[in-house]
């Protein structure tokens, strides 16, 4: 099993950046495919950026050009960077981890972007 724990939410101004960090119960050298959700009032959660174990990242259309997800083996952490934010980009934003027949969730953490 792995815990994952958000952190970097906040409120800014359209224009603006923040970035998300996952951090991971244990390693996450060996997970197939990190990656980041996003959920908005009344919306289903939608994929926003993942990275495979071993291939290239993939990122929404929406996001594209603005977000990036990286990670740090060594922390055990996930990270998204988002730049030049867009009232649309609010959402609950969540960490997923899936490997095999596993699929972890964060408990997801708010970023609201104002106009």
């Known amino acids: 099993q792995v815990q994952l724990v958000e952190s970097g939410g906040g409120f800014v101004q359209a224009g603006g950046s923040l970035k998300l960090s996952c951090a991971a119960s244990?390693?996450?050298?060996?997970?197939?495919?990190l990656g980041w959700y996003r959920q908005a009032p009344g919306k289903q959660r939608e994929l926003v950026a993942f990275?495979?174990?071993?291939?290239?990242?993939n990122y929404a259309d929406s996001v594209k050009g603005r977000f990036t997800i990286s990670r740090d083996i060594n922390k055990n952490t996930v990270y998204l960077q988002m730049n030049s934010l867009k009232p649309e980009d609010t959402a609950v934003y969540y960490c997923?981890?899936?490997?095999?027949?596993?699929?972890?969730w964060g408990q997801g953490t708010q970023v609201t972007v104002s106009s």
């Open positions: 997923n981890a899936q490997g095999g027949s596993e699929n972890y």
């Open positions: 244990r390693s996450i050298f060996s997970i197939d495919t």
């Open positions: 990275m495979p174990r071993f291939g290239s990242t």
